[in-house]
């Protein structure tokens, strides 16, 4: 089974800072990796993913993360964020065999202040 | 491309009634269809997931005769809460997988959500 842990619920950030969320998962097995992003009352975005190849993984609105196996972590960041980064935001892991559910993180809220 | 849509974006119904909650992928076929219900400040849980044709299947808690799924085709999968109470009041997210691994990555792409208000 596989699980994912986001270590901080809540990042508070002034804008135009960097950001760092992290995200940690446990599988006994290879993993896809994927981070979601959630706008209020609103659907989730797929922000970036990683399935092979380069560990460094740029997505949508200048987020990148980077997967580590060795310390099966997958960190999301961005350089310079804007007030309209302010969301929820969701690691979550799939098995990379077979048609298996994704296991989503508890969500890391993101606040951007000015 | 890989658009998941919705309908209704909010719903407000009294109790025991029925609702139906539609979710479409746009431009893709979805052979997989997960539900997923939302509590505030809370991550998502899984209902269940269902593949185009067969019944769906239930995560444990879940009641399959209260949340009744239907996958009739490869881009529509409809959710209907049957008798409706106070507590099934939430927010409730379809997300599609697409049938090419080699175009979408075995990815997930989210519905926009309902948001289900039972008085």
């Known amino acids: 089974a596989q699980s994912v842990t986001q270590l901080d619920s809540q990042v508070p950030v002034f804008e135009e800072a960097p950001v760092e969320l992290r995200c940690n998962y446990s599988?006994?097995?290879?993993?896809?990796l994927f981070w979601y992003v959630q706008y209020p009352n609103q659907g989730l975005q797929l922000l970036l993913k990683?399935?092979?190849?380069?560990?460094l993984v740029k997505g949508i609105n200048g987020f990148e993360a980077e997967f580590n196996k060795s310390q099966t972590s997958f960190h999301l960041r961005k350089p310079s964020v804007h007030i309209s980064d302010t969301a929820e935001y969701f690691c979550?892991?799939?098995?990379?065999?077979?048609?298996?559910?994704?296991?989503f993180g508890q969500g890391t809220r993101l606040t951007i202040n000015p | 491309g890989a658009v998941v849509s919705q309908h209704p974006s909010r719903v407000i119904c009294k109790s025991g009634t029925s609702v139906k909650i539609e979710c479409r992928s746009l431009?893709?076929?979805?052979?997989?269809m997960f539900w997923y219900r939302q509590f505030p400040k809370k991550s998502l849980m899984l209902m269940a997931t269902?593949?185009?044709?067969?019944?769906?299947?239930?995560e444990q808690g879940v009641e399959k005769d209260k949340f009744l799924i239907n996958h009739a085709s490869l881009t529509l999968s409809t959710l209907t809460v049957t008798s409706a109470h106070p507590e099934d009041s939430s927010f409730y997210i379809c997300?599609?997988?697409?049938?090419?691994?080699?175009?979408?990555?075995?990815?997930?792409?989210f519905g926009p959500g309902t948001r289900l208000t039972v008085l």
């Open positions: 997300s599609a997988r697409g049938f090419s691994t080699a175009t979408y990555g075995d990815t997930q792409y």
């Open positions: 599988s006994s097995v290879s993993v896809y």
């Open positions: 990683y399935l092979s190849g380069s560990t």
């Open positions: 979550a892991v799939k098995p990379d065999q077979g048609a298996q559910k994704l296991v």
């Open positions: 431009d893709f076929q979805a052979t997989t």
């Open positions: 269902s593949n185009e044709g067969s019944k769906a299947t239930y």
